[in-house]
């Protein structure tokens, strides 16, 4: 793995990773990568447990005010989906009040 980061480095031209003798800490750029790194990753596990556990997909259809969806929903988004693989969350924002038989959604 270490030489995987380095390469890794190499090929973005910085350091990720302040080496000391007996531990690793982050420099202010891995520190800025990390969390695209982090949800990158979590795409592939949710990917793959989608291959690996084929099962009949659910699709539910919501939505909220762009403010809620944003600023609640959207930070929970990529944990729900890892606990709940089976589900595809079609999610919409609408600034009015909304028909769910009419428009066909689930939650609002």
Do not use: C, Y
Request: hydrophobic residues 45%; glycine residues 4%; charged residues 25%.
């Amino acid at each position: 793995i270490s030489h995987q980061v380095k390469k890794l480095e190499q090929h973005i031209g910085t350091l990720l990773f302040e080496r000391l003798p007996r531990a690793l800490v982050l420099t202010t750029e891995g520190r800025d990568f990390l969390p695209d790194v982090t949800a990158t990753f979590d795409a592939l596990r949710i990917a793959a447990a989608r291959v690996a556990h084929p099962q009949r997909r659910h699709v539910v259809a919501a939505t909220a005010p762009a403010v809620f969806a944003i600023g609640w929903m959207l930070p929970r988004l990529q944990r729900f989906h890892l606990e709940n693989p089976q589900i595809e969350l079609q999610l919409s924002t609408a600034r009015r009040p909304v028909d769910l038989e009419a428009e066909g959604l689930d939650a609002a």
